[in-house]
């Protein structure tokens, strides 16, 4: 069955130092989205890809990085984690189009910056 | 820019109670789509419905039911007979047509039995 995975699960880092939470989808999906969950603030955009070398800034983007180079990854940086970048990250993917499909989520990552 | 408000921060009932979630978008958009998702204790998003624009009817699966009006921009969520199952955090979302889902901030129900 296609799926998507995201690892680590969990994560402990400190700050300032670089991370990277990977995504990896098997549904073939054009579209590849990286989301933050707060307490309070629902699920939050902070960057997205409709292809491979396509990507875009989303709503909180300040402090993170993605690349695209082929259909299935989409890794997430944190360039220099900030304690303000505890959260939930959530991968998803979604087929190409104008937004008419669902996006499939994967597990999530908790991410703690100590 | 589009906007999601689902205003009912925590809801609770007990078991065998009705319960309502509100949700409310804004869009400038002609074309779009909403969907429901839900969120259990285990942490994962599960998706349960998607709506477009142009299809105003309502829906039902099961105990769960929507009700989409243009007219007052809501698309509310509804589950009968609730059960502790349903315990989780519902998010409604939106889509302009650009791919992007903008979730609202989530309803937290608490079912007890």
């Known amino acids: 069955d296609a799926e998507i995975t995201q690892s680590p699960r969990h994560k402990i880092t400190e700050t300032g130092r670089q991370v990277t939470l990977a995504c990896h989808q098997t549904?073939?999906?054009?579209?590849m989205f990286w989301y933050r969950q707060d307490l309070g603030h629902g699920l939050r955009l902070i960057h997205y890809?409709?292809?491979?070398?396509?990507?875009n800034k989303g709503e909180v983007s300040d402090g993170y990085s993605v690349s695209r180079s082929n259909t299935e990854d989409l890794p997430l940086t944190l360039e220099s984690a900030a304690s303000s970048q505890t959260s939930v990250y959530f991968c998803?993917?979604?087929?190409?189009?104008?937004?008419?499909?669902?996006?499939?989520f994967g597990q999530g990552t908790r991410l703690t910056v100590v | 820019a589009q906007k999601v408000t689902q205003a009912q921060t925590e809801i609770s009932v007990v078991e065998k109670e009705d319960v309502t979630l509100d949700c409310v978008y804004e869009?400038?958009?002609?074309?779009?789509?909403l969907f429901w998702y839900k969120q259990p204790p285990s942490g994962e998003l599960v998706f349960l419905i998607r709506?477009?624009?142009?299809?105003?009817q309502n829906e039902i699966s099961g105990r769960y039911s929507w009700n989409f009006q243009k007219s007052t921009s809501s698309f509310n969520f509804t589950i009968t007979a609730s059960q502790v199952v349903d315990s989780a955090v519902y998010f409604c979302?939106?889509?302009?047509?650009?791919?992007?889902?903008?979730f609202g901030k989530g309803t937290m129900l608490l079912v007890s039995p």
């Open positions: 998803a993917s979604s087929e190409g189009g104008r937004g008419n499909t669902e996006a499939f």
């Open positions: 549904w073939n999906h054009n579209n």
């Open positions: 890809s409709y292809g491979v070398q396509d990507t």
């Open positions: 869009t400038r958009d002609t074309t779009y789509y």
């Open positions: 709506r477009n624009s142009f299809d105003e």
């Open positions: 979302a939106l889509n302009s047509g650009y791919s992007t889902l903008t």
